[in-house]
């Protein structure tokens, strides 16, 4: 009698620890969908202010990589004594792009390039400081006699690498439509930040290609993207039939907007009688960059799906009735929490 009050006991107590475990494992995924959903809430909330939020430094100030607290944009005497080029690792027609070290740290040292550029140079060192945000590149330092300032490093380099990065070993698990739509939600982001920016609406004027526009952006560490080149970033009012043209040259191909196309047929092309155009020439190219972020990656299908009217709206041909870039980001966003939310139900059932 006494061992078979025994085994009850210890069956009992077994059946108890075995319904403690399964308790356990609810209230970890519990935890674990409540965090998820927290993220994708903080995410969100995030862009629907203005795709980021604002940086933790004071204006001109900056903080880098380990660096404990905010420093002061490093001036003239200190680049030049302590910012230390070590090798090129870019260069195009206004600036050369060094690897240089500063204090133990790793950061990029912008030069000019070409005095022909000299404006161009200047005004996207403008935009720079007036436009810092944690949706744009950290300015470090800078030297506007020398012609030369200092930013953030980010070793993956600009958007045109991404599928070399997902390609490494040790990166491959970050190749999911998760990130990839996120990158493409922080595209988005930086858009309506641009068109709604302290400095004015800005329209992105060095984006006459996709590899073009690609070569903008540059991929983080952490997989979110910055814009980096600001050099042709200028200003429209429509209000004030202040309208722009990205540059002097006639444009061509599909990948521009329809109005940034000559209109007069076979007459020759002039820049005084072609019509300037606004931010919406941003928001025509949105499914050609999203085309290329998602890439082949799986999930991506239905990605492209659920964005397949936005991205119609993008492309229609009267600029007016395109979407804003907050109107495309609060699609972006929806898309993103409807997919997660689905994807944790799927696991859930299994």
Known sequence: MARMVGRLSGQRSRTSLSLAGVMACLA???VSTGVIYLYVDSLHG???QAGYPQTSCRPGHFKISNMKSCAAWLQCAQVRADVRPLKLIGQGAVKKVYLAEWSGQKVALCRLASQDYQQDFLHGLSMLQALQDTAVVQLVGLCAEDH???TEYHPHGSLLNLEGVFTQEQHQFHDTWQIRLRLALDYVSILHFLHNSPAGRRVMCDSNSLEKTLSQFLLT???????????ALPKVDVGGALLVKCGHRELTGDFVAPE?????????????LMPGYDEKTDIWKVPDVTRFIMGGVRGGDLVHFHLFQ???ECKRVEPKLRPSALDVLRVYRSV???MVRDALKSRDAL
């Open 46 to 48: 995030a862009a629907e």
């Open 336 to 338: 993103y929490s409807t």
């Open 28 to 30: 970890a995924l519990l």
């Open 148 to 150: 030369s300032f200092v």
């Open 260 to 272: 940034q196309l000559w209109p007069f047929g076979d007459k020759p092309f002039s820049d005084d």
């Open 310 to 312: 936005v991205h119609d």
């Open 221 to 231: 560490s952490d997989f979110r993207l910055v814009v980096n080149d600001l050099d």
